[in-house]
């Protein structure tokens, strides 16, 4: 079993939560290029290491929150800004 | 939450989701009684504003003046359930959207009370029952009386909330109010029925 660090309700199973994909900034639509939106939309790095990510706990907090977490291991921490 | 303005229309009629099923009877130490039928305000407002404090809670715990029926909980960041008497409903909706004027940020009050399932499990072994049914640790420590977190109950996303006195008959017992939505009301019955079978537990169905 995965516990994932919900800033609100501490760790909780992962079955109570989304995973809504690795976070990166989102570039400005009204001067971004269409190869760079779609880079934005489809495209992830999926590295071997720490990745920021967005959390959603839909059946506890109902929450959006980020973190961070090893894709190897699996270990989470909080994120610099979580909520 | 009694500065109420006063209400003489009739009181809406409230009807629960769950067919209880053969009444069990064990022991009477530990009970089940459907409570859907009671009135259930859900309340979103801003964290720290106005509405906030009016309220007199905050996200996880619970709050209800002595005397009072109603029971104000915080089931979430800037997210409040508040349970009292459909007779009481129109007054406190009312009283809720006079706090929320004064309020700069984005607050809304909607009667849920036809919405959601509500049953209260109470008893000395109610912990037990709910242990084999949420991952979440129960212990006074974690959860006293006054505590209430959201979780998966049964894989239903469930707000349990610690009442002891609003238990039946006595205050010396953990109560546990169960609340979910609608359409997951009779499963979770029968989940908490299922699961209280060892512990001698008695039902009791909808009373209005």
């Known amino acids: ?51 920021k990510e967005t959390w959603y706990h839909r059946m506890g907090c109902r929450q959006y929150f980020g973190l961070e977490r090893h894709t190897m291991t699996n270990r989470t921490r909080p994120a610099e800004s979580s909520r | 939450m009694s500065d109420t303005s006063s209400y003489s229309g009739p009181a809406p009629v409230a009807r629960s989701p769950i067919t209880p099923g053969p009444t069990r009877v064990g022991d009477g130490a530990l009970s089940l009684n459907d409570e859907s039928s009671v009135g259930k305000l859900l309340v979103h407002a801003p964290v720290d504003g106005p509405m906030a404090g009016a309220l007199g809670t905050r996200f996880g715990r619970t709050a209800r003046e002595a005397g009072d029926d109603t ?28 706090q929320g004027e004064g309020d700069p940020g984005l607050v809304s009050v909607v009667d849920v009370t036809h919405g959601r399932a509500m049953m209260r499990l109470t008893g000395q072994a109610a912990a037990d029952v709910l242990a084999k049914l949420t991952a ?73």
């Not at chain 2, 979430?76 to 129109?90: H, I, K, N, T």
């Not at chain 2, 979440?136 to 977190?149: E, H, T, W």
């Open chain 2, 71 to 98: 029971l104000v909980v915080g089931s979430g960041p800037g997210e409040w359930l508040v349970v009292a008497s459909v007779q009481d409903l129109p007054k406190l909706t009312t009283w809720l959207e006079q």
């Open chain 2, 136 to 208: 979440v640790d129960l212990s006074d420590s974690v959860v006293p009386d006054g505590g209430a977190f959201r979780s998966s109950v049964a894989r239903v996303a469930t707000d349990v909330i610690r009442d002891d006195s609003g238990g039946i008959a006595t205050s010396d017992r953990p109560s546990y109010l169960l609340h979910c939505e609608r359409s997951s009301g009779q499963y979770l019955w029968d989940a908490v029925v299922d699961a209280g079978g060892e512990f001698g537990l008695t039902t009791r169905g909808a009373t209005s």
């Open chain 1, 1 to 51: 079993m995965m516990l994932v660090p919900c800033p609100w309700c501490g760790p909780r199973n992962v079955a109570e939560f989304r995973y809504v994909g690795e976070s990166s900034a989102r570039p400005d639509p009204a001067t971004t290029s269409a190869s760079d939106w779609r880079t934005y939309l489809y495209t992830r790095r999926n590295p071997c290491d720490w990745i």
